[in-house]
């Protein structure tokens, strides 16, 4: 079996991460911060470590400045939602993931302005693109650090450049990026921060988490017990606790300061650079087979261990049902929840096929895929109406 699904969660999880669920359970079962006993005292401390090891492994010195969610869609709403109000203005690309598109359809509804950039054919993002689209009463810029689709990086540096010349926000969404590229959060002059737990963070799904640079307040998307403060009948004020109403999935969180402290024993640059290499690998093998279609920068300096394709004469949903059925390698098949950024490619509506890599992949297993996307184009070349002809090797 071939995985190549990293993009949507990482798998498998490390050992240390499957401990650390599980002994959550048993050690550290109680409600965090809601009691004063062994039990809740325990959870308090596991959600607290895990915080410290994001803070470390992102180079920011407070802890606190991280806040809990259920997930990347969880953070970016809590940010879209808690800066932008009617008569702002918010300025993103055409590559973004439906977590960020559709709250900013709704906001634009309710009287928000937005200006969408389009990204070029590869994925790449022109900055006087960028510079073009920012007004007077430009509030928020944001951004995905890598694409979902294509894997293809952001010049960060220069949208955070952007961002302060024009007096706004610059929110940077790290879920296809965090701990598969090194980022070091004050050093990229990002003011907030979305990432997923459970894809390059090798946590379980259910995590995610909101950064919030010091100075920066905005509005919580909630509003309930904490665990903090508790004698009043108004929200905390003070990080984490203002986004972080209800009780937390402690045993996620867990499971994601093991993730984390894995990738920190690790070493992100080696992440990268295994990545890379089986990208590198895969782009230069694929595009040498007739009837393959990639899509995406060239240069995998420039783009995070992602890549889509399309056969030739087979649509991309039954491209992966036979990689899987017939060869045993997941992919996924479709629009990605960013039919934005297939509009960008020239792919939608069919969508592509997507095979994302990550930290237990190997060269073996690309030089596998290629072989079997090689047989698919073939049949598809012999096969008269091969989109309607039933798979046969």
């Known amino acids: 079996m071939i995985y190549f699904?990293?993009?949507?969660?990482?798998?498998?999880?490390p050992s240390s991460v499957l401990a650390a669920v599980s002994d959550s359970f048993g050690d550290a079962g109680g409600n965090p911060g809601r009691s004063a006993?062994?039990?809740?005292?325990?959870?308090?401390?596991?959600?607290e470590q895990a915080r410290e090891a994001l803070a470390s492994f992102f180079n920011v010195d407070d802890p606190s400045r991280f806040a809990f969610t259920l997930n990347a869609t969880h953070a970016l709403n809590t940010a879209l939602y808690g800066v932008l109000h009617p008569g702002d203005h918010v300025v993103t690309t055409s590559l973004e993931h439906n977590s960020v598109m559709r709250p900013l359809r709704h906001l634009e509804r309710m009287g928000v302005g937005l200006s969408v950039v389009s990204c070029a054919g590869d994925g790449t993002l022109d900055l006087d693109r960028v510079r073009e689209s920012i007004r007077r009463d430009t509030r928020l810029l944001v951004a995905t650090h890598g694409s979902n689709v294509v894997g293809t990086?952001?010049?960060v540096a220069g949208l955070a450049s952007l961002a302060k010349e024009a007096g706004a926000l610059f929110l940077l969404d790290?879920?296809?990026?965090?701990?598969a590229v090194p980022i070091d959060l004050p050093a990229m002059g990002v003011d907030l921060v979305a990432f997923s737990g459970h894809k390059g963070l090798m946590g379980p799904?259910?995590?995610g988490g909101l950064y919030v640079r010091p100075g920066v307040a905005i509005t919580p998307l909630m509003r309930g017990g904490t665990g903090s403060d508790s004698a009043h009948e108004t929200q905390p004020e003070f990080m984490p606790d203002v986004y972080e109403s209800g009780t937390l999935n402690v045993a996620g969180i867990a499971g994601l300061g093991a993730g984390v402290r894995f990738l920190s024993a690790t070493g992100v640059e080696a992440v990268q650079m295994r990545e890379r290499s089986v990208l590198t690998r895969f782009l230069a093998g694929a595009s040498t087979i007739p009837g393959v279609t990639l899509y995406g920068t060239?240069?995998?300096?420039?783009r995070c261990g992602i890549a889509s394709l399309n056969v030739t004469g087979v649509g991309p949903s039954d491209v992966s049902f036979i990689l899987d059925s017939s060869f045993a390698i997941m992919t996924r098949a479709g629009l990605h929840c960013a039919p934005s950024a297939h509009r960008t490619l020239g792919t939608f509506p069919e969508g592509t096929v997507?095979?994302?890599f990550g930290w237990h992949n190997t060269?073996?297993?690309?030089?596998?895929?290629?072989?079997a996307l090689r047989e698919i184009a073939d049949w598809a070349v012999r096969t008269p109406n091969a989109a309607t002809a039933a798979w046969t090797a």
């Open 153 to 155: 990086l952001v010049p």
């Open 205 to 207: 799904t259910g995590t």
């Open 354 to 356: 997507r095979m994302s």
């Open 5 to 13: 699904d990293n993009a949507a969660t990482s798998w498998p999880k």
């Open 298 to 302: 060239a240069d995998p300096a420039r």
């Open 363 to 371: 060269v073996a297993e690309v030089d596998a895929a290629l072989e």
């Open 174 to 179: 790290i879920s296809q990026t965090a701990g």
């Open 37 to 47: 006993h062994r039990m809740s005292v325990a959870a308090a401390r596991t959600v």
